[in-house]
Structures are given as C-alpha cells and as structure tokens.
C-alpha cells in the first residue's frame, strides 16, 4: 500500500546527465549521500531528448506535441498544480533566477522558462510561478503540499560540473531533506534526460520519513513518478500516468 498523503513534497529537476555520471561519482557526494538515504532507482528513464518535453511530461502526462526546447507555449487542460488547487491542496514552483514572481519571460540569465512547464499553463495561477528567492528556507511547514525547485541552468548541471549542483543542492536543500525524514515528508530529486547515451537513463532519488532506504529495480520514467504522486494525493490520473506503472516497494 501507499503511504497516509505527505505533508509536503519537493521535485528537484536537474539537467542532462546519465546515471553512471552521478551515482558512483566523487564529484557527487550529496547526491550519493542522498540516495543511501532514500530510495534509488536503478532503472529510472526520461522520455524523451531534449529538455522540455520531458517537463512536460513529468507535469502534465503528457509532452503536449512539443519536441524541441522552443518558448513560449499556453497549453489548455490539467496538471499536477491544478489538479491539487482543484483538490483543496496547494502547489508552487520555486525557480532560480525567476525575474519576478508569476513571469512569463523565456530566458533571462541563468534562468530558461523551457525548463519551468508550470508558466504553459492557464489553470496554473501566476502567483504559484516563484522565484527561488521566496523558498521558506528553514520554515518548511510554509511550503506547499507539492512544489518544484528548478535551479539555474549552472546549478542544474546543464552548463556547469556535476560537482556544481551537488553542492548547491547540499547548500539550499539539505536542510529540508533532514526535515523530511521527521515530519512525513518527501524530497524527490531527478534528472530530466541523461547526456544523450542510448537508453536515457537518469539516477532518481526517493527520500523522506516514508521511504524505505535500498535500491530498487522498478523500472520507472517520468509518468511514473508522477502516477505516483497523484496516487499519494488522491488526484485523478493525468494522460500517460494512467498506464505507468505506480511506484511499489519503497515505502514503510
């Protein structure tokens, strides 16, 4: 069975790399502090190359026709935040380098909206686009039920090392996922596509005070992980999640 829903969730999305790259890897000893923690998945998949479809994907079930990594983009329908909204829950996503809350900018700095799928879609009020400068560091309970922390396209390992975002992630999130582990909390932390090598598989990483630490098999992709948190909040299933496979196993 699944656990009672989670007081909170956090998605961390990082950027284009393999699971060979991270898991193993010296230049990530967070992440691999992380995974020993939690649940890792030996077998996890994006969808497809390049970024934003997977985006989409993971946040809506579906890629929504879209292909490339082209901007902007309004899409009708539902998602994983109006589909909590919907449900009496609550749902943001905390961006780095976001110009200002609720903005609809394609690129500005370090920050690309290509990697944002939240600022595509109508049913997803302005006011629950926010910049990283608005995360509750240290006051957790204000979070959300679920949000989405995108870093910069540096931090995300996009544009710079692997040991980059490993420390970023160990500076700005450690700290909840200590928080996690005691207050029936989750940290989910993925990569959005590998580095291009045949297959697309990417290290994902389940922890929190539900999960049972170990690794394990499962093979899972994108929809998946988000079936998965519409069965933990008791939301319909969006497009593509209705058919992938829940995640079992892992928990408590």
């Known amino acids: 069975g699944l ?48 970024s934003e479809p997977n985006y989409l994907a993971l946040f809506s079930g579906s890629t929504q026709g879209v292909s490339d990594d082209s901007c902007p983009h309004q899409f009708p329908g539902p998602n994983l935040g109006s589909e909590l909204i919907a ?19 394609c690129v500005s700095g370090e920050y690309a909206r290509k ?29 959300p039920t679920v949000s989405f922390v995108i870093p910069d396209l540096c931090h995300d390992m996009h544009d710079c090392p692997v040991a980059t975002g490993d420390t ?12 996690a582990m005691t207050h029936h909390s989750l940290l989910i932390v993925t990569w959005d596509e590998n580095d291009g090598s045949a297959g697309n598989q990417i290290p994902t990483i389940v922890a929190g005070q539900p999960v049972r630490p170990g690794r394990y098999g499962q093979p899972i992709t994108h929809y998946s992980v988000l079936r998965t948190l519409e069965a933990l909040y008791r939301l319909p299933l969006l497009g593509h999640a209705a058919t992938a496979s829940l995640i079992r196993g892992i928990w408590k």
């Open 87 to 105: 449900a009496g829950r609550s749902f943001a996503g905390y961006s780095e380098g976001l110009p200002a809350a609720g903005s609809n900018t």
């Open 168 to 179: 970023w992630l160990r500076a700005h999130l450690s700290g909840y996922a200590a928080w």
């Open 115 to 143: 990697h944002v799928p939240w600022t595509n879609f109508r049913s997803v009020p302005a006011a629950d686009n926010q910049p990283w400068t608005s995360f509750p560091a240290g006051y957790y309970q204000r979070l």
């Open 3 to 50: 656990p009672a829903p989670p007081a909170h969730t956090i998605i961390v999305v990082l950027e284009n790399h393999g699971y060979g790259e991270v898991i193993g890897s010296p230049q990530a000893p967070y992440l691999n502090q992380l995974a020993r923690q939690g649940a890792l998945f030996t077998d996890s998949r994006a969808i497809t190359h390049p």
